[in-house]
Nanobody, 123 residues
Framework: QVRLVESGGGLVQAGVSVRLSCVFS????????MGWFRQAPGKEREFVAA????????DYPDSVRGRFTIARDDAKNTVHLQINSLKPEDTAVYYC????????????????WGQGTQVTVSS
């Protein structure tokens, strides 16, 4: 059974950077595209980044493009999300997800989810 464990969240000040990590286990990492989503209190889960199985394709919504960067390290079965110039509106629980497909941006299409890591940005 695939398991995803996120880390790297916490309380940070606006303007700084943070790198979230997600460790994949229980399957063949290279067979899965990976995605990051976030959910703020009272809001729906929102897509923020995806990377293909081979790492040659990435996708971001316009709202975070240029500040968020997704990368995968197949040697460590890990996917990272770098967030630069953090804003208070980035405050949310960030979730890692895996899908046995080329790449995906829709949450309901993903097969496996982590428990999430909280990022709180103070102004």
């Amino acid at each position: 059974q695939v398991r995803l464990v996120e880390s790297g969240g916490g309380l940070v000040q606006a303007g700084v950077s943070v790198r979230l990590s997600c460790v994949f286990s229980g399957g063949t990492f290279s067979r899965y595209a990976m995605g990051w989503f976030r959910q703020a209190p009272g809001k729906e889960r929102e897509f923020v980044a995806a990377i293909s199985r081979t790492g040659d394709m990435t996708d971001y919504p316009d709202s975070v493009r240029g500040r968020f960067t997704i990368a995968r390290d197949d040697a460590k079965n890990t996917v990272h999300l770098q967030i630069n110039s953090l804003k208070p509106e980035d405050t949310a629980v960030y979730y890692c997800a895996a899908i046995a497909a080329t790449i995906a941006t829709i949450a309901s299409h993903y097969d496996y989810w982590g428990q999430g890591t909280q990022v709180t940005v103070s102004s």
